[in-house]
């Protein structure tokens, strides 16, 4: 079984973190995962640089051009990822952008992907009719969980169409801005959360977008399976460089 799904029958909460690859340093790649791993993190979200990150806030924006100028790019990443799977269990999903996978070919891209051990993807530009028409078919050969993602404007057909669609989870964009530290979630957060878990949705949901810390992890959790943070974790890293990310962890729970 794919180790997303496998992760996902465990009772507990799941805490995603998300970085930037080739950040704060070319080589941090490796020590960050395993580092995230001994620490308790369920699931890791590994950005995959691009030049121009439409839907990401400063923070993200700016590991990833960083990333970028410190050489990090989609071949590199695959090679320092090669080994990954004899120190690291949990489920690793690369997030980024369509067109560097589009560049590197499609399914070689996916072929390396599992090579790697790498469970899914996050690609927050692909349409899903895309995905289905011309990728799902190289997706799943590959074994690969391909992640979509839903915001309070997504209509409640589109939400069942991507319901149907995904094998994992559904990423649960927490508002319609780009991706950030925010200072808790306000009464139309609540109302969507209430929203999507009225549903009856046949996948979990992992909430994503403005959580930082311990108050906004549970309340992103009190519906949806899990969360995701990014932003907060990067800035971390900023601050303490790959040092202390156990410190960061145990901020959360």
Same mark, same amino acid.
């Given at each position: 079984m794919n180790r997303i799904k496998q992760k996902l029958q465990e009772d507990n909460k799941i805490l995603s973190i998300y970085f930037s690859a080739g950040y704060p340093n070319l080589d941090d790649t490796v020590k960050i995962i395993?580092?995230?791993? +001994?620490?308790g993190v369920d699931l890791i979200e590994i950005g995959l640089p691009?030049?121009?990150?439409?839907?990401? @806030?400063?923070?993200?924006?700016? *590991? *990833?051009?960083a990333a970028l100028k410190n050489g990090m790019n989609t071949s590199l990443l695959f090679e320092q990822l090669k080994d990954i799977r004899k120190t690291v269990s949990i489920p690793l999903i690369l997030m980024g952008y369509f067109n560097p996978v589009l560049q590197y070919g499609v399914e070689e891209f996916c072929a390396q992907c599992e090579e790697i051990g790498i469970d899914g993807l996050i690609l927050p530009d692909l349409p899903l009719d895309v995905?289905?028409?011309?990728?799902?078919?190289?997706? +799943?050969k590959h074994g690969l969980i391909n992640v979509f993602l839903i915001t309070p404007q997504t209509s409640d057909e589109r939400i069942k169409a991507i319901d149907d669609a995904s094998e @994992?989870?559904?990423?649960?964009?927490s508002s319609?801005?780009?991706? @950030?530290t925010k200072q808790g979630f306000g009464s139309e957060q609540s109302e969507y959360f209430d929203?999507?878990?009225?549903?009856?949705?046949?996948?979990?949901?992992?909430?994503?977008? @403005?959580?930082?810390n311990a108050e906004t992890f549970e309340q992103a959790t009190q519906k949806a399976k899990g969360a995701i943070i990014g932003s907060a974790f990067i800035k971390h890293l900023t601050a303490n460089g790959v040092d202390g990310i156990g410190d960061f962890v145990k901020q959360i729970r």
């Open positions: 395993q580092d995230l791993e +001994k620490n691009f030049s121009d990150p439409l839907a990401d @806030g400063p923070t993200i924006q700016e *590991s *990833s051009t995905y289905q028409e011309e990728y799902e078919d190289i997706f +799943k @994992g989870f559904i990423y649960m964009v319609a801005s780009t991706t @950030g929203r999507i878990a009225s549903m009856g949705l046949n996948n979990p949901q992992i909430v994503g977008f @403005g959580i930082s």
